[in-house]
Structures are given as structure tokens and as C-alpha cells.
């Protein structure tokens, strides 16, 4: 079963496209640009539709989802972990 989605290699995060996942689970991946998987224990429940570290991230590391720069780290992020509002913000502001 695919857990999260991750469009591109670079992406410092992955979305979850499944209901119900609660910290400690472990989710599959699935990489679109090459077609491969990558296996990530979640750190923390993470509602579907949001995102997931597939990397550790770094306070004032940008965050790449979807091949794009979507924002900054605000503090760091364990691979694993719920990547949201709390822990990243716009670089527009």
C-alpha cells in the first residue's frame, strides 16, 4: 500500500494520500519521477492530505514538495515528522 506521495527525488517532503496514519507506522512512498519507493517511519500522526518529512530538515532549509521550493523551515524537522504550518512558513512574508 502507498502511504505518501513524493513527485519528485529532490522533494524534502512527501503527502499522504491515506487516512489513519498514526506515529509509528511505517509508510511506503511512492517516487514518481523515477517510479521507485522509499520507506519512512512516521514520527507523528499525519492527517491525509499533509505532509511528511522523507528527509531530515533543517531550521532555514528550504522545503521542496512537488519538485517546487514551497517555503522555509522554521524549526527542524525529523525525517518522519509532520510537516505543516507549525514547523514551515511561506518565503513570500
Known amino acids: 500500500m502507498i502511504h505518501i506521495l513524493v513527485h519528485d527525488k529532490k522533494d524534502t517532503v ?12 511505517e509508510l511506503v512512498g511512492w517516487v514518481m519521477e523515477d517510479d521507485s519507493t522509499i520507506k519512512v517511519k512516521a514520527a507523528n500522526d499525519i492527517p491525509i492530505g499533509h505532509k511528511v518529512a522523507t528527509k531530515d530538515i533543517k531550521k532555514t532549509d528550504t522545503i521542496i514538495k512537488y519538485g517546487f521550493d514551497i517555503g522555509k523551515a522554521v524549526a527542524d524537522i525529523k525525517i518522519g515528522e509532520h510537516a505543516h504550518v507549525h514547523n514551515i512558513k511561506t518565503k513570500r512574508w
Do not use: H, S
Open 14 to 25: 512527501g503527502v499522504a494520500v491515506v487516512e489513519g496514519i498514526k506515529a509509528g507506522q
